[in-house]
């Protein structure tokens, strides 16, 4: 029977080590499922791409890396807003799955609650490659590029993407559109 | 006529204060609301415990004491996330009722607003019942099982909810599980 | 260990079908949680009473019938509109279980997939039952109190119940308040 | 003080009808608030047009006609779904008023519970003017310019109402873009 | 510069019909974005299968067919209900693209006045293929295996697919679990 | 052709510098639409005000400042949680407009995004006239009439605003009354 493995992560952006993880992972199962989490969040700081354009960043990356397509699903995941409802929630998003691989505690939490399997990722380096680390970089001008595969340097330039990070770091942390008055 | 008082609370988790509280309102009136807020939260350091967990507690804790099951009336409400709205709410998930007890000053003001009688409870000492200095003694593992009802400490060891908790709170502050990836 | 059942209806209203289920139930199992489903729902003919007013209308027939109501756990249950959470929707809303009763092939099917026990309970007298027939009755001023328990009858009174289901008679079977133009 | 009266309608599209209810109420009461239901909707046979294509309409119509359009707010209102929530989402969307205007045995109902003035207009010509009428008669190519104001007739026109009511008679009823699928 | 096409349906479940137009579209276009419509729905008669079992049905078809799966991204969309909204909630989850297919007129219509290329796919044999006939022919017990591909027909073995459709089959047509009660 | 403006602003509470933006922008438009951010949001400290009670006092302020109301459109928006359908949402609401002004960079990134022409007016005096200050001024006892027209002070008084805000204030900042316990 086909193994398949899930993990979900962000990807605001996709960078160098998810792409370790995700070879790891296929080291040990047949399938990888990569979720994308808070799919439905885009153009904020914390979470500036859209769900279709992080889906394109995952999968040219993939294609980049040699990594064959077919052994690799990529499900992008609304949020729920209910830890309670949330397992069950992937599930009807995702193809059958039979271990989780997570670092995030409630994530192992709810799936061990569940019943699942969960297994931790021998750590990548965390330091350089965090997520907020590499937009913090893109907000201030620093060196980013390194951080990412060539891929996803790509298409952050065809989406402007660097220049939509700067707008949005000039509006109030904590204003959205929706929040716009004075 | 029957005279029903409501009190909300969360219940995160229900402590000897409530009790207090309960016993005190119910000399006053001839049967008890005890709403349960933020009924759907669950799994997060705010709000670890489902509000089925919460409803067996609180059920416990109130035939532990010797208090008649059949004056009070346990309801689970969700938010609303809307103040206009949350009176009719409320109202609508609760049995009728002619007096609410509340310490919240915005809970006040929305059920004075809509014209109800509001009472403010002799302040129980708060110092020593608060719910987060509770929750943060579970999780520092410090002693907490003497601020809570017998009942109370039986469900969440059944639960292993001492244990969520310290899992809870591993994750950053601010990651659900809809917010886990780097 | 303490063995508890879960029964879920609308309650539109309960009728004395529902307590001679709930006191079957009583036989088998230690504890029953009455569901109460759609409980956001009201002021339709499908869903005319609130979750708080059905909620006192089976309490209260509890009471009369003579179950102890210690042994019978009340929970508003709304709806979270997607099969694939109802379950785990279900089970934060309520104390834990261990057995369903229904007689809906849905529910049994959403339920037995989640891996629970599901009984079916032997079938009351659906015929004279029935909710959508009571509320027929109260619409079109036929006898309906000899079908529920004397204690509906008295809170339907109270709340003027038939009165709101004659005036939602009146209204186009597919207006609601949200659809009122012409 | 100023007497402020609510009439609430979906306005797919207003009609002349409409105005013959807004130049009475108007006789009646200082200010006229016209509360435009299920704001949120559009493009769909029963709900053709935007909540701000309605404003248009309403607005020129009222100018068109005379009517003080300082007299006049009008105030879109989305669904809330949910009845028992239906009058405190009105109140918080709309200035305040102290009499309803309504045909709708549903909304009197409700705004009766909650304790207001309600007045059922005398019946302007439903038969002539209903909106499902105008609507029939837009896909079906007949004449249906006769019955709304002219300033509607020129906004219908300047966004290609009838093409677009056209286009969806074509879809399957209960077929919106979110079911698509065959 | 690639030049993708979208073709949303709901593939309840895929057929050969889909298959035919997918190939169809790759001759014109780079890349195929097939989105799954109603993604959140599952268990019920009109959208039995979860986005998930979806995805692995169209996964596998596609393999099985020699598509090559690094020119197909597959894309679950929730309903966001709310024609307004539908375009921009398509775009934010979608890779980008720059045609749409469809065969559906109110899909056409927002698409148009969003400023896209629509095209309308030589019709497939319609009558045949038709997601609706083929799921009424498993709930009939009738041959239903000849109308999909093999892939499907496997995987809709796996989750015992025909099964959960008998028995929603015996559900009212208008009761979901949260419309339980009798 | 008819050119309109698009202004939003939370208006809690319309102040000094919102008139003056206004008749900045009637000089370079025909119409202005006045949008109501947040319109669903009222008795919290960000947002003490309803929709209604905020298009009641800009209303009366309009008027009083001797605008002519037949050129300003005032439209409640609500909150739609999701950038990327933030635009179309707008859309919806609004009667068409050709030009947005603002202040905020993440309105002009999305309308910009959206093909818009977006203007940044030069600024009015940011300083004293910020909405937070104004409220603040308000829970501390200080003046802040001074800072909003007339007619604004006059419907704060109506609606006893300031004593709400006081209330308000004694509540924990982050307690809604769904987070009510302890």
Known sequence: MVRRALFIGRFQPPHKGHLEVFKGILKEADELIV??????????????????????????ALAEEGIETSRVHIVPIPDVN???????????????????????????????????????????????????????????GKKWEHLVPPAVVKVVEEIDGVGRMRDLSQSDRLLGPRKTGT
Chains 1, 2, 3, 4, 5, 6 share one sequence.
């Open 35 to 60: 979720g994308i989490g808070s799919a439905q969040e885009s153009h904020t700081l914390e979470n500036p791409f859209t769900a279709g354009e992080r889906m394109l960043m995952l999968g040219r």
């Open 82 to 140: 209910n830890n309670a409802l949330w397992v069950s929630h992937v599930l009807s998003y995702s193809p059958p799955f039979s271990v989780v691989y997570t670092g995030n505690p409630l994530v192992r939490r709810l799936f061990r609650e569940a019943g699942y399997e969960v297994r931790t990722f021998p750590l990548y380096n965390r330091k350089d490659y965090m997520g907020t680390k590499i937009r913090e970089r893109m907000v201030r």
